[in-house]
Structures are given as C-alpha cells and as structure tokens.
C-alpha cells in the first residue's frame, strides 16, 4: 500500500536523525538508563520472565528498556532502518532481543507465536488506518489471560493547531496527509528529498470499541492533564517531565492508557 511505503521511507530518514538527537539520547541509554516513563512501568507491571511483543517500537529504546528489566522481547516496525538500528544495539548492549521489520497488518508473514504481553505507546496509532483489524491481530497474539497495554497521545489534542485553536476534526476522516520538513526532536530538518507522511486519527471510542468488539476485557483507562514528552509546539514544563500546552494548561487531556486482557 502506497501509504504505508511512503510512512515507510519518512521513517527510516527520521531514524537516521533521531538516533543523533539529544530528545532521544542514545548516549545515556547506552550508560544504562531507561527510556520508559514511570506511567508505563506502574501500569504494566512486572514483566521478568514474560514474553514481551512491541509494535510499532521504533529503533527499539523500549523494547531493550524491558529486556534489561527481565523481558523476553520482541519488536516490530515498519521501517527497515529502524530494525537496522535495534539489532545493532541489542547485539552491541548484549540485551537479548529479536527485530523484525513489517507493517503491522503483515506481520503474519515474519511471526507466528502468541505472547503474555503486548505493548505500544506514544505516536503510534495515528500511523495505522484500521484499528478493527489492528485489534484483531492484537488478540491473535496474546495468549489466553494475555495483556495488552497502550499509552498514547489522546486523540484531542490532535485537533489543535500548534496547541492554539481546534483546527481538525476530533472523529475519524479521510487520511491526513503532509510533506515532512522536520521531526519533533533537536537537530531534526530532513534532506531535501521530498518525504510524506500519511497518518489516521481515531476517537478514544474507536479506539475502545476496538477492543470490545474483538475479544479484549477492558481492566484499566486513565487519562493524563500533561504530556510526558516536549515533542509538539507551544508547550511548557509545569512540573519536571511535565509538559502542557502554555494557552491550555492542565485543562485538556494530553494522554491515555488502557489496559486490556484476553478473554
């Protein structure tokens, strides 16, 4: 799907930059931080000794953060460089990790197992068009009893313009397509070669219904008054890792989890 190749070829120009960014800061990983954030962390649990998947995982900062915390993992992406980069750290760090690079629908064709926990968060929803046959897949891999966790940007603040004045649509509409200049991290201008993302965003009742209608039980939702990350325009730090739209404050959600069992 030409969507889907064009997400795919931004991204791995994206990754080139991010893994030199001080937003990510690979240097620090590398010493031994993690990348996950607290919310995360106390809403999943204990995960030593479990079968972790990750989709959508990026260059795999996460994945590794739970491999060093006992996981057993597992990461997926749809960019190839990204996998490239993954399983260079993973090798590099000596954190037992697989990679494989796929769309997220596809991904029958490289992986055939269930798991005890699937996990994605952060800008990752926004990427998929369909998030009926994304929960299908989800139960697909969760063992019985399995869990599956999301934290994500709430689907509001995608219709602010800059975090100034609603602008979008809050429901789902056509496909939103834009040429990419630039990241959300430092030092993130792209080349001049042309790049185009095309994303999707979906209301929390999508996203919800989802999971209701394809066998996932509902255990926890939470939204958060603040983000978790300095990565839209406009913002300010209220308190340390704390970050809110200056004109809104803490008066708009900016954040949701859920998560979610197999029945």
Known sequence: MEDFENNRESWN????????????????????????NHIELEEIGDVKGKKLLHLQCHFGMDTLSFAR???????????????????????????PARFFQSNIYEIDKV????????????????????????????????????????????????????????????????QIESIVDESYTDNSVVSKKVLKHVEWHHSLSEVLNSFITNG???????????QVYNC????????????????????????????AIKK
């Open 111 to 174: 992986l055939d197992e269930s798991f005890d926990i699937i996990y994605t968060s952060y800008g990752a929803i926004n990427w998929l068009n369909d998030l009926d046959s994304w929960a299908k897949i989800i139960n697909r891999y969760l063992k019985p009893g399995g869990v599956f966790y999301i934290v994500e940007f709430h689907p509001f603040i995608y219709t602010l313009n800059e975090g100034l004045q609603i602008e979008e649509h809050y429901f789902k509409t056509n």
């Open 216 to 226: 996932l039980e509902i255990k926890l939702f939470n939204e958060f008054p603040y």
């Open 13 to 36: 120009e994206l990754t080139s930059l991010h893994i030199k960014s001080e937003f990510y800061d690979l240097k620090s990983f590398k010493k031994g931080n993690t990348s996950l």
């Open 232 to 259: 839209f325009k406009n913002m300010i730090e209220i308190e340390k890792g704390k970050w809110v739209f200056e004109k809104y404050k803490d008066k708009i959600p900016y954040m949701f989890s859920i998560k």
């Open 69 to 95: 915390i006992g996981a057993d993992v597992t990461g997926i992406d749809i960019s190839d460089e990204s996998i490239k980069v993954a399983t260079e750290l993973s090798e590099e760090l000596a954190l």
